[in-house]
């Protein structure tokens, strides 16, 4: 099942056959269903996107009097794709969707060919080109013939060779070059983190069975960091400008909008922002417990409570006014009216267990995922479906074709896709920092940090929190066993060995050593193979939302609501639930992009210090690549 597809798209392939949508979404819901079906490498598959949108916008620029091709006949990246232009036929329309169609064909099939889904790949973009009338056997590049399937091959051609010349090392399937691991690694199904280094840094993670977020079995011991020198990668509308060079062991590492390090913990004294890592990393773990259904602990998740964020904190120490440690959550003041409607939203009343762990699920785009780019492709269909959406750029001017509206959407939301990549993961592979897991696991095998007084002292160890952290003395419950006392418990989610039949089980929550605390995710996944600082869900969104606020003219979704109906007992993976229908809901972009990155602390993926810096990136690559897509338009910013 692709849990996604009742967010209201028409995601379901066999509907991409019947003309009811233009040529250019036809292609990408061919490229978001092989993303599916592909390994669940967010970096590789927001350059997919972008790639692909580039394609499709070309191929249609090329017929235009307005408008200007980004790559054909342009030099991006020292690559030269030339370009003599084309005689214009009678009939454009018809040109423009043959072009577009050779071009998305056989870039996705270059791109997908050593899938684990490329059979599917294949057999769905075939049967789109049948469907559509043209024939695959037409290879020709030649497009001075007035061919427009040429064109389309031509341009394919062209972005292939560029994409093996781009930074990404697409030819060695995108592996690191030079980055090195600086922790051995951590075997989550064992108790602790005994081989931890250097507790600022990221480790890998040892399974049994490792699959990713797609779905994929993984044939290895360890997965490497998936894109760790990202940051060599040829961007969209980033610049020299936003970037800054480091340099570790004699490799240089390309940093985009550079948000300084992250609190570091010093294991010796405790000095500088050991504090800050120590309360960011528990905030992790006291928010899992939050992720019982049976504690009776009722909210409204209506946009009438939720949403509405004035500003980001500005410091480590604001943080601690903009998450709320205990109850969960942040500042959120919600919607006093839908301006749509005039008329209050109205409330919508479930446990927080529920609210918790389905947006966990949601955003974590687990099984069948399209991974974050890619659900913001699918967030962009679903605004496309509406019928109360205006298709005019900016929400001015004359209503676009479904065709030119979805050329442009897809080729700015894909360039600022493309660019939160390379940020992101130019930082995370500069600052290799680590996860929630190998953190909590880390101070908890150190002690406690309240008082010297108190046994199992450790400037680095967990900071006392009474009813979630403490240290067990006595021997009744964990303290039963000898060897426990004096460790540190949590009462928190209690993790996947209470899980043995996930359609049924509920892990719960209570209390356990926190030698063996677990995020809220599969036990064949724990957590993503790369670092943690900054989030990638928190920079995509971001750049999604103002893309999508600036394109739509307007900050709201249509109507002044977007949903997603999570049905009782039938959406959760993890584990059974969620105990009552929930409905997601947001009434702007920018509240779907805040509510994903508050998903990452409720599964156990990210501390604060991962969020913060994440969104604010997202926002400056949002707004630049919406005004460097205009200057292709024909439009002024």
Known sequence: MIKYLAIGTCLIFPQLMNGQHSVARQWNEVLLEAIRHDYARPTVHARNLFHTSIALYDAW??????????????????????????????????????????????????????????????????????????????????????????????????????????????????????????????????????????????????????IDQSGNEILTEAPEFIGPEWGNVVPFSLTDRDATIFNRAGNDYRVYHDPGPPPYIDPENGGGLTPEYQWGFELVAIWASHLDPLDSVMWDISPASIGNIAEFPKSLEDYHNFYNFIEGGDRSKGWDINPYTNKPYEPQIVPRADYARVLAEFWADGPDSETPPGHWFTILNYVSDHPKLEKRLGGKGEILSDLEW????????????????????????????????????????????????????????????????????????????????????????????????????????????????????????????????????????????EVMTLFTGDEFFPGGMGEFHAKKNEFLIFENGPSVDVTLQWATYRDASDQTSLSRIWGGIHPPADDIPGRIIGEKIGIDAYNFALSFFGFEK
């Open 61 to 210: 620029a090329a017929f235009d009097d307005e408008a200007k091709p980004f790559f054909l006949g342009n030099t991006i990246g020292g690559f030269e794709c030339q370009f003599e232009g084309i005689v214009k036929p009678q009939d454009i329309k018809s040109a423009r969707e043959e072009a577009m169609s050779y071009a998305a064909y056989r870039l996705i099939n270059h791109r997908f060919k050593s899938s684990p889904g490329k059979k599917l790949v294949r057999d769905l973009s075939k049967k789109l080109m049948d469907d559509l009338g043209y024939k695959i056997a037409l290879t020709s590049t030649n497009y001075k013939k007035r061919s427009p399937a040429a064109l389309g091959n031509y341009i394919a051609k062209s972005l292939i060779e560029f994409g093996l010349n781009d930074g990404s090392n697409e030819a060695k399937d995108y592996k690191a070059r030079y980055y090195q691991t600086g922790n051995p690694m951590l075997v989550p199904d064992k108790r602790g983190n005994p081989d931890l280094e250097d507790p600022n840094r990221w480790q890998t993670l040892g399974l049994e069975l490792l």
């Open 406 to 545: 979805d050329v442009k959407s897809y080729f700015t939301l894909g360039g600022a896709m493309h660019d939160a990549a390379i940020s992101a993961w130019s930082i995370k592979g500069w600052y290799d920092y680590i996860r929630p897991i190998s953190a909590i696991r880390y101070m908890a095998s150190q002690g406690q940090s309240t008082s010297p007084d108190l046994p199992n002292y450790s400037p680095a160890g967990l900071p006392l929190i009474e009813g979630y952290i403490e240290q067990i003395t006595e021997r009744t419950g964990l303290g039963q066993n000898p060897k426990n006392i004096g460790k540190i418990k949590l009462k928190t989610w209690r993790g996947p060995d209470f899980i043995l039949h996930p359609e049924t089980d509920v892990a719960g929550v209570g209390w356990i050593l926190a030698d063996d605390w677990w995020p809220y995710q599969r036990p064949t996944f724990v957590t993503p193979p790369f670092a943690g600082y900054v989030s990638g869900h928190s920079t995509y969104s971001r750049a999604a939302a």
